[in-house]
Nanobody
């Protein structure tokens, strides 16, 4: 499975961005999909995840109410709508996928990773 993320950019605080991640290859093996982010000098951290059906979604506390994860299985694409962006949201955002059905925030739980897209939020 190959993942390609795009949609990052520079935005002012309070603005919005929508990230997309397109999967290709053996996409039938993909169940849980997620977004992680990594700021300079920090470890990669969990942002949000979504089950195969899209019914179940999970968020880290710092983005609840501001970010929304969704997916379109017909297009093999997962999205991250980011609203009310803050400077502390600045990071490289990575999409990830796994064949497991079980939700996890651990990077080790994901088999496939995209290349990352940079989000910069100016104050």
């Amino acid at each position: 499975v190959q993942l390609q993320a795009f949609g990052g950019g520079l935005v002012q605080a309070g603005g919005s961005l929508r990230l997309s991640c397109a999967a290709s290859g053996r996409t039938f093996s993909v169940n849980l999909m997620a977004w992680f982010r990594q700021a300079p000098g920090n470890e990669r951290e969990f942002v949000a995840a979504i089950s195969w059906s899209g019914v179940s979604t999970y968020y880290t506390d710092s983005v609840k109410g501001r970010f929304t994860i969704s997916r379109d299985n017909a297009k093999n694409t997962v999205y991250l709508q980011m609203n009310s962006l803050k400077p502390e949201d600045t990071a490289v955002y990575y999409c990830a996928a796994t064949s497991t059905w079980e939700y996890t925030q651990d990077t080790k739980g994901y088999d496939y990773w995209g290349q990352g897209t940079l989000v910069t939020v100016s104050s």
